[in-house]
């Protein structure tokens, strides 16, 4: 069974700072990885995904996210954090499929100026 | 890229009653899919619902209790029924895009007194 592991529940910076959202899975077979951002009041949106080829993936609003398959990590990063990154990061885990998309419990960002 | 308006955006009610959410798509779509979201918790799947089929629940969730419609390519309903303090959470629709891409609603506050 997939299962995703999201270190930190919250995880405060500072404007300018590094963000580091840590994002461990478990898989049976060659996943496909994603990270969704819920800001206040909305719906989910898709930042990145990974299925196959380059390890590296660059998302919107500057983030990205390096998969390591001896890790089995997904963390996302983006080298200089804003006010507006504020809001709510999922990582999510699927074995192919939608019915098979399996999320991890979330981390709040909270940047402060 | 597809927008959802999920409605209502959160409700409270009493235990025993019913609730419907609405969710409509701005273009058609094949795959719908019902999210439930628990305090401190990770997004868990409750069903999938196709067009012109019955829906698909995952384990732990019973038609009974969450009956949906699947009307036709743009529109789905979940229904809550006789709620319990239990079913408070928050409830996202989403739509299946191509590319493994998933388009969710805003999500609607179910609060059960």
């Known amino acids: 069974a997939q299962s995703v592991t999201q270190l930190g529940s919250h995880v405060s910076v500072s404007e300018g700072a590094l963000v580091l959202l840590r994002c461990n899975y478990s898989?049976?077979?060659?996943?496909?990885l994603f990270w969704y951002v819920q800001y206040p009041n909305q719906g989910l949106q898709l930042l990145l995904k990974?299925?196959?080829?380059?390890?590296l993936v660059k998302g919107i609003n500057g983030f990205e996210a390096e998969f390591k398959k001896s890790e089995t990590s997904f963390h996302l990063t983006k080298p200089s954090a804003h006010m507006s990154d504020a809001a709510e990061y999922f990582c999510?885990?699927?074995?192919?499929?939608?019915?098979?998309?399996?999320f991890g419990k979330g981390t709040m960002l909270l940047v402060s100026p | 890229s597809a927008v959802i308006s999920q409605k209502p955006s959160r409700d409270i009610c009493q235990r025993g009653t019913s609730l419907t959410i609405q969710c409509q798509v701005d273009s058609q779509v094949t795959m719908m899919f019902w999210y439930r979201q628990q305090p401190g918790q990770s997004l868990t799947l409750i069903a999938t619902a196709n067009q012109g089929s019955e829906a698909t629940y995952e384990s732990g969730f019973v038609i009974d209790k969450f009956p949906i419609s699947r009307p036709n390519l743009t529109f789905s309903t979940l229904t809550v029924s006789n709620m319990s303090p239990e079913d408070s959470s928050i409830y996202l629709c989403s739509a299946a895009g191509a590319a493994e891409k998933l388009f969710f609603g805003s999500g609607t506050q179910l609060s059960v007194l």
């Open positions: 898989s049976s077979v060659p996943p496909y």
């Open positions: 999510a885990v699927s074995e192919g499929g939608y019915s098979t998309l399996t």
């Open positions: 990974y299925t196959t080829g380059a390890t």
